[in-house]
Nanobody, 118 residues
């Protein structure tokens, strides 16, 4: 059973930066597609960014140029560097792991709150 533990959320002023981290266990990390999603109050959960096992990155249009996803296969971690934060980035951010080996899986972390406010 895979486990994902997020860290790094908090309160930041508009224009500021935060770095989220997700530590994974119980999965073959290096072949997993890792992603960050978020759910704002009253909204559905949406994709923020994901990175494939080969390192291909995909971003939501709303965060392109401001957020960067990265992975460290040696440490089984995936990070989300968030710069130029806006009030509309306020949400609970979730780490996600998807893969097919040894069987199809789709694991979620517990979420970490990011609040952008002055």
């Amino acid at each position: 059973q895979g486990q994902l533990v997020e860290s790094g959320g908090g309160l930041v002023q508009p224009g500021g930066s935060l770095r989220l981290s997700c530590a994974a266990s119980g999965i073959i990390f290096k072949i997993s597609t890792m992603g960050w999603y978020r759910r704002a109050p009253g909204q559905q959960r949406e994709l923020v960014a994901h990175i494939t096992s080969g390192g291909t990155e995909t971003y939501a249009d709303s965060v392109k140029g401001r957020f960067t996803i990265s992975r460290d296969n040696a440490k089984n971690t995936v990070n989300l560097q968030m710069n130029s934060l806006k009030a509309e980035d306020t949400a609970v951010y979730y780490c996600n792991a998807k893969g097919l080996i040894p069987m199809k899986y789709d694991y979620w972390g517990q979420g970490t709150q990011v609040t952008v406010s002055s």
